[in-house]
Nanobody
């Protein structure tokens, strides 16, 4: 069982930055790929960024060059640094944990979500 708790969301102006954190409890954090997903009102949930066990990262096309995912296995935490935020980045952002020792994402474990609002 894995519990995920996101933090760091909020209200920011276009062009601003936010850093999301996801603290994981449970077992085998370092053996799991971790990811950030988002869902805007009226839209399907989409993948924002995924980081593998080895630290390789993949990004959605809409956030490439602006967002950076990272992980600290000693702290069981994954981060999402979001720069140059746009109005269309407004969404609820969810943390996700993949199954151990696989690259399959998303996994079965989701956080409760944190709201990011980009507004003038």
């Amino acid at each position: 069982q894995v519990q995920l708790v996101e933090s760091g969301g909020g209200l920011v102006q276009p062009g601003g930055s936010l850093r999301l954190s996801c603290a994981a409890s449970g077992t085998m954090f370092s053996l799991r790929a971790m990811g950030w997903y988002r869902q805007a009102p009226g839209k399907q949930r989409e993948s924002v960024a995924v980081i593998t066990r080895s630290g390789s990262a993949n990004y959605g096309d809409s956030v490439k060059g602006r967002f950076t995912i990272s992980r600290d296995n000693a702290k069981n935490t994954v981060y999402l640094q979001m720069n140059s935020l746009k109005l269309e980045d407004t969404a609820v952002y969810y943390c996700n944990a993949g199954p151990p020792l696989t690259a399959t994402m998303p996994g079965d474990y989701w956080g409760q979500g944190t709201q990011v609002t980009v507004s003038l």
